[in-house]
């Protein structure tokens, strides 16, 4: 079975402060991993993919299969990056259905 | 395009009762997903449905739940005979066919459902 572990319920971090958000997966496949954000009053969505190795908003997550991490990293805080966070996998095979984390509550302090 | 529209956005229901969910997916999009939010909890996957087909429903509770995405119209997740437990809040998401593995799903601003 696949699982997704978020281990912090909150962050708080000071502005311009590195930012560090945990996700850990088990799956005995390889599965695709992605960041979803819920900002205040607005809709989850898609923030970045492991397979598309990109930066969003400062934003970057390197897939680790040996400790099957995908943490999500911002070198430099903002205000605006207070939102909430889920990490989230599909299995490689089988149907397009997200298994999402619990989510992890990110406060930049001013 | 106004994205997934979800209706209603609060729903209040007497055990007992039942609770119609409703999804409009975005323009163009033939695959829906329902997913359930129970409080301190993530999303959890519930159904996954094309146009007139459940595609897999194996995160549906076995019993009074029930999911359809006819030829016209929206999506609806409904439950019947609610329970407490049933209080939560129920999102939807949208996603094209682009021929690639994973289309990105898009997700609507979610149906709270509050059962007394």
């Known amino acids: 079975a696949q699982r997704v572990t978020q281990p912090e319920k909150l962050l708080s971090v000071f502005k311009g402060a590195p930012v560090e958000l945990k996700c850990n997966y088990s799956y005995s496949g390889s599965p695709e991993l992605f960041w979803y954000v819920q900002y205040s009053r607005q809709r989850l969505q898609l923030l970045l993919r492991?397979?598309s190795r990109e930066s969003i908003k400062g934003f970057t997550a390197d897939l680790n299969k040996g400790e099957t991490s995908f943490h999500l990293k911002k070198p430099f805080a903002q205000e605006e990056d207070s939102a909430m966070y889920y990490c989230?996998?599909?299995?490689?095979?089988?149907?397009?259905?997200?298994?999402f984390g619990t989510g992890t509550r990110l406060t930049v302090i001013p | 395009n106004a994205g997934v529209m979800q209706n209603p956005r609060h729903l209040v229901r007497r055990r007992g009762q039942e609770a119609r969910l409703r999804c409009s997916p975005m323009k163009g999009h033939s695959h829906v997903y329902w997913y359930r939010q129970l409080p301190e909890e993530g999303l959890k996957f519930m159904v996954y449905l094309q146009k007139e087909n459940i595609i897999d429903e194996s995160g549906m509770p076995k019993e009074r739940f029930s999911a359809e995405f006819p030829k016209e119209g929206p999506s609806i997740l409904r439950i019947q005979q609610v329970v407490r437990g049933d209080s939560a809040a129920y999102f939807c998401a949208s996603s094209g066919t682009s021929g690639s593995y994973y289309n990105e799903q898009f997700f609507g601003p979610g149906t709270r459902l509050t059962v007394l």
């Open positions: 989230a996998l599909i299995r490689q095979t089988g149907a397009n259905n997200l298994f």
């Open positions: 492991h397979i």
